[in-house]
């Protein structure tokens, strides 16, 4: 997280005790904002009259417009930045050396000024002497503290005591070397008006040449430091070194062709060539995501990169064809066809190429999220992946374990199974992006806030995961719809129970009992009728055995449906008492634990027709059965050691009860090997 989010975030509310901190804090930022202001005004004013002063002086001029372009415009800047962060030590130092740089050159200008009108500054000039010396060197500062006014770790605390105590010895070892002599040439000298002090001033060259060695090695200190960030730092911190790193490549570009530039052009060059390297840290400190800086990256090294490699295309391809047409007479017009012609051909797939290679070394992280989620498509179209591994993959490619992915079906958010999955309104310290196909959203993506700071990154990862997004929310929607059938089965098998409870009900309570009562009633005839007519009792009597069997067909058809004993007593009793009814031995291991009503129908169902079908089919000795919850399910087993070879048969009895298992979303499995007995297990979903 960057530093700018630990100043702002509370650890805690806000309490009235914290009102006074809170106040000194605020009175504190206030102050060093108004004194930033002041010294960065008073530098620019500082590089300003030295130009003043040098202008006379065609090369002084140009010195002290470097100085303005160094000094000034730095101290301008950095009370920008402080404006916006008072507190961050790295702007400070930043200002120190913006001074030292604009004092620098002020003192020059007066020591010149004075030597060139005759009368002698040595004090100006041997100070103008040793600010040149600490000026140099005080750039390190700024890159150890770059860009939270905090070093990279603990350990380079002793680095930053070595290189304040040097940086102070360098400006001692100066003062000790120039004041003693009073001789107005160290202005001269530090200017650049002479290449060579005078051999009594030998110390003076060897603490320039000393200073110059410290401050280029702790400049490649700086330039480690910043690098140990880049490779730690992360979202903000990360854009804002990729600022840095950015002008300072631009900055060195810039000076690299002024060393090869003269004239006019030497002198722009030397003043603009630091002016990149200040802007950029500006904006990576105060406003670091006004622009894309990885963007600005790979395109500023991609066509470099392009363009030096066509331009040595065209010279390596016009030599060798000028010089083969030389051989055979023909025109130079040949060898510069030629080369444009090979530089047009090989534009496109250089580009690409190098683009590759620019995306892989400066935007590895986004780079690595797409190979990431590319080689996840590949292994989804491979059929070695799934759709619900993708959460994984997305997870693993933004580097965000906490990230969230909901599909969106009818305007409604959903999971992978086709459940509702209800992300909630956007929190704070959370990202969401919606990803569409064809216009039409797919998914929402749920992110920590850290990776807004990455909008490439997370575009980019989302943009390769479109396509598993995609199918993933193609399996979510199917789920929808096999839910929705699963619900209207149970539905289907709930109301055929009710109604076959209601017909049980209604032949129990209804028909059985006025047949039970004529059957009565005809025997009581019978009896009355014996003495008068034994031709009429005889009827009666067969009446009376019709209704009976009548009855007892109604008992059996009551039984088939439900038996009453299930709803009143539940599965074990009634399991019990059907085992008692069968002509073999039936061993009985049922919890006596109560079910939904469609749960212990299904069981009824099942365990009725495993157990006739063991006396009917399958010749069996014994039967065990069983019914325990596991879980969130129940299960329901049924062994006999009968023959075996059963098999589900559409149409038979078998795929009925596998139906109705399925109707409840349940699981059916039979296993019969010939002569093997028969073992049918089924699995009911019934959470608590």
């Known amino acids: 997280m960057s530093s700018e989010a630990h100043e702002l975030r509370l650890p805690h509310p806000v309490r009235r005790g914290d009102h006074s901190v809170m106040t000194t804090e605020a009175r504190r930022a206030d102050v060093l904002r108004v004194a930033g202001w002041i010294l960065g005004v008073l530098g620019a004013l500082l590089g300003v009259a030295a130009l003043l002063l040098a202008l006379p002086d065609g090369h002084a001029g140009v010195v002290s417009a470097v100085g303005v372009a160094g000094g000034s415009c730095v101290s301008v800047l950095c009370a920008i930045i402080i404006d916006h962060k008072p507190t961050n030590r790295a702007a400070w130092a930043l200002l120190a050396g913006g001074w030292l740089l604009a004092a620098d050159s002020l003192g020059y200008s007066w020591a010149v000024l004075h ?12 100070t103008a002497f040793v600010v040149d010396t600490v000026a140099g060197e005080s ?38 070397a120039v004041w003693p002599s009073g001789e107005p040439i160290i202005a001269l000298y530090v200017g650049g008006h002479v290449e060579a002090l ?28 910043v690098a140990v960030r880049l490779r730690r730092a992360r979202g903000t911190g990360r854009t804002q070194l990729l600022w ?75 030599v060798g064809v000028g010089a083969i047409a030389g051989q055979v007479g023909a025109g130079s017009s040949v060898a510069v066809a030629a080369a444009t012609l090979a530089v047009a051909a090989a ?198 055995e019709e209704l009976r069997a009548t009855v007892d067909e109604l008992r059996e058809l009551t039984r088939g449906i439900l038996p009453p004993v299930l709803t009143d007593e539940g599965l074990a009793v ?6 008692a009814r069968l002509p073999l031995p039936v061993t009985l291991d049922v919890t006596t634990e109560r079910f939904p009503p469609t749960i212990e129908a299904t069981c009824w169902y099942v365990a009725g027709e495993a157990m006739a079908n063991a006396v009917k089919h399958a010749d069996a000795a014994t039967v065990r059965l069983s019914v325990h919850r596991t879980g969130d399910s129940v299960v329901l087993q049924v062994d006999d050691d009968g023959a075996g070879g059963a098999g589900v048969v559409s149409g038979g009895g078998l795929q009925g009860l596998s139906d109705r298992v399925a109707a409840v979303g349940g699981r059916f499995t039979l296993t019969s090997p010939s002569g093997a007995g028969t073992r049918l297990t089924v699995e009911l979903p019934c959470a608590s």
Do not use: C
């Open 347 to 544: 534009f496109r797939p250089a580009l690409r190429l190098v683009r590759a290679v620019v995306d892989q070394r400066f935007d590895r992280r986004t780079w690595l999220a797409v190979q990431a989620l590319e080689a996840f498509t590949g292994r989804l179209r491979a059929g070695t992946a799934a759709p619900a591994d993708l959460l994984a993959a997305l997870r693993q490619a933004v580097d965000d374990p906490t990230a969230r992915v909901a599909y969106v079906e009818d305007g409604q958010s959903i999971d992978l199974d086709g459940s509702p999955a209800d992300l909630g309104d956007p929190q704070p310290g959370r990202l969401r992006r919606q990803v569409t196909a064809g216009g039409s959203p797919v998914a929402v993506v749920d992110l920590d806030a850290r990776l807004a700071e990455e909008p490439r990154l997370v575009q980019a990862a989302l943009a390769a995961a479109a396509l598993p997004l995609e199918n993933a929310a193609l399996h979510a929607r199917a789920a929808v719809r096999l839910a929705d059938v699963r619900a209207s089965r149970s539905r289907i098998v709930a109301a055929e129970d009710s109604q076959r409870r209601r017909i049980e009900r209604d032949l129990h309570d209804g028909v059985q009992q006025r047949l039970v009562a004529l059957a009565l009633r005809l025997r009581i005839a019978e009896r009355e009728v014996t003495t008068t007519s034994h031709r009429a009792a005889t009827v009666l009597g067969e009446a009376v």
């Open 574 to 579: 009634a399991l019990r008492t059907a085992a």
């Open 139 to 176: 750039l390190p500062l700024f890159l150890l503290l770059f860009p939270d006014g905090r070093l990279p770790s603990k350990r380079w605390r002793p680095v930053l005591a070595l290189y304040l105590t040097g940086w102070a010895a360098t400006g001692a070892a100066a003062a000790m």
């Open 244 to 318: 840095a790193a950015w002008g300072l490549g631009v900055t060195v570009a810039i000076m690299i062709a002024a060393t090869a530039a003269s004239g006019t052009l030497k002198t722009v060059l030397a003043v603009l060539a630091p002016l990149p390297f200040y802007a950029a840290i500006t904006v990576a400190m105060r406003r670091h995501q006004l622009f894309d800086v990885q963007r600005l990256i790979r395109r500023t090294v991609t066509y470099t990169a392009i363009s030096a490699f066509l331009l040595g295309l065209y010279a390596m391809v016009a």
């Open 115 to 126: 030597t060139q009108e005759g009368s002698s500054s040595p004090v100006v000039a041997a």
């Open 198 to 225: 005078p051999a009594r001033l030998g110390a003076a060259e060897t603490v320039t040449a000393a200073t110059d060695l410290f401050g280029m090695l702790f400049l490649l200190v700086g330039i480690a430091a």
